[in-house]
């Protein structure tokens, strides 16, 4: 009798065992990926992401044509509700929330949205990542900008470069926009990408580099990358410490910091 009891005692114990490591165990069963919009593949105009000297003379980096892969891009920004899900799940570190509703996920840095992008690949059964900046660019289609001074850049006299990039700097800005919008508040780009060049900026997986021009300026002579800087993209370019969410209160290792830090994806490997 007391075999039998013992024997009962045990495989109760042993069903709620299981049971406690069943719910501890990271769920496996598929979502719904989310919508995206397909960017065929094409040419696109681009200037490499970070500081750029020709001799002692810190100048644009080149401009030149870039081929970009066929890209399959989230229409809209991670939404805070998106975003609430994987931190349920224990897989995404939690993160400020308030936004208008339907609003984007902001205060997000380089590690959140890579997190964020491994959760979903393993939840969708497929391959999300950050898109690279020439991606980014390729997507925002009649909102891409790029950040070059022109004529102020190559003037033998710096303080020209300095002035233009200081006018650059005060425009943008006294464009900042602190509130916080509905996904879809800024309408679709010509490619149907709703929100780029919005008031969230969107972390890319590139590296900031330093490179040195040839002396006439038309090639890179010299590259070096460093990847704890990433290239954010939005009404301009900025580079951004990996691990800053809120770069309005420092962070901002180049340009001028970005109103909100968000992301999207693109579905793929790299190509």
Not at 144 to 159: E, I
Not at 229 to 235: I, L, P, T, W
Request: hydrophobic share 40%.
């Amino acid at each position: 009798m007391r075999r039998r009891a013992a024997l009962g005692l045990c495989a109760a114990t042993a069903v709620l065992v299981a049971g406690s490591t069943l719910l501890s165990w990271p769920r496996t069963t598929p979502i719904e990926p989310p919508e995206t919009v397909r960017i065929a593949a094409g040419v696109q105009s681009y200037r490499p992401a970070g500081e750029f000297r020709q001799g002692t003379q810190i100048v644009d980096a080149p401009l030149d044509e870039r081929a970009v892969g066929a890209l399959d891009i989230m229409k809209y920004q991670v939404s805070e509700a998106d975003y609430a899900v994987c931190v349920a799940e224990g897989a995404c570190s939690a993160a400020p929330t308030g936004g208008a509703a339907g609003a984007a996920q902001t205060s997000m840095n380089y590690r959140d949205a890579t997190d964020y992008a491994a959760w979903l690949s393993r939840r969708t059964g497929e391959v999300w990542r950050l898109p690279s900046d020439a991606e980014w660019l390729r997507a925002a289609g009649d909102r891409a900008v790029q950040d070059g001074l022109g004529a102020a850049s190559l003037a033998p006299d710096p303080s020209r470069r300095w002035i233009a990039s200081y006018k650059r700097e005060v425009k943008l800005r006294g464009d900042a926009d602190l509130a916080h919008h509905p996904l879809g508040h800024f309408g679709l780009n010509d490619r149907g990408v709703a929100d780029i060049a919005g008031n969230v900026w969107e972390w890319t997986d590139s590296c900031f580099q330093n490179g040195t021009l040839s002396a006439d300026g038309s090639s890179i002579a010299a590259l070096s990358s460093y990847c704890g800087v990433r290239a954010v993209q939005g009404k301009h370019r900025a580079f951004i410490i990996d691990f800053i969410r809120d770069a309005r209160s420092g962070g901002c290792a180049a340009g001028v910091p970005p109103d909100y830090l968000g992301f999207r994806l693109v579905r793929g490997a790299k190509g």
